[in-house]
């Protein structure tokens, strides 16, 4: 195999390929998006099913110790598989980001195709750029994985101060306990979606 047919066979791999890492970026995103609202969908008809029983005082409690750890539960697993959908999509971004620039260093001559591709320094901040994002840790709140990590933080809180009611803590702490619950909880699920997608940012 000469040196044209070589580049002729490396320019259909590398083809293929982006259009794998696109297919699979569409496929993370779109799971992202079942799994969410998989989730939300549970809580709304748990939301519903707590409407049914709000009238009747020997129900509510036995209801939500049921309905609350279930919902944390699922939760937690939908947070943690968004989480990995998160690291999934960034690096499929950042290898599509390497093959745009080849194009431009092989093919693209004086012209400006795939010039935005071109590392600069930071790989995967210029490839976050392609798609109009500027990578950083606030970045994160915006992630599906930090709407369902709320979610489950207000859960948690919520859990935590039906526990304190019913052992008979007053009204102030009850809320107090809550809060910091559901502030500790939150805090923890996005310290972990930082960590989980700093990896492929290095």
């Known amino acids: ?20 890492l696109q297919t699979s970026r569409a496929g993370t995103i ?23 029983v709000a009238s009747n005082d020997k129900l509510v409690r036995p209801y939500l110790a049921a309905v609350l750890p279930t919902l944390v539960i ?24 390497h093959i745009r620039a080849y194009y431009h260093h092989q093919f693209a001559g004086e012209h400006d195709f795939f010039a ?8 995967m901040s210029t490839a976050w750029n392609l798609v109009g994002t500027r990578p950083g840790r606030w970045e994160f709140l915006l ?38 619950v559901a502030v500790v909880a939150f805090g923890v699920q996005f310290a972990y979606i930082v960590r989980a997608s700093a990896a492929p940012m290095r």
């Open 116 to 123: 935005d591709a071109v590392v600069a320094g930071d790989a």
């Open 74 to 97: 699922i939760g937690v697993l939908t947070f943690l598989r968004l989480v990995e959908t998160t690291v999934e999509n960034s690096l499929d971004l950042l290898r599509i980001q």
């Open 143 to 180: 992630t599906t994985a930090a709407l369902v990590g709320a979610v489950n933080a207000v859960l948690s809180g919520l859990g935590i101060a039906l526990v304190a009611t019913t052992v008979g803590v007053g009204v102030g702490l009850t809320v107090l306990v809550g809060v910091l």
């Open 1 to 20: 195999m000469d040196e044209g047919e070589r580049e002729q066979a490396l320019l259909t791999v590398l083809t293929t390929e982006h259009y794998a």
């Open 30 to 52: 779109a799971e992202a998006t079942g799994r969410a609202t998989i989730f939300l969908s549970v809580l709304s008809a748990a939301l519903i099913g707590l409407g049914f």
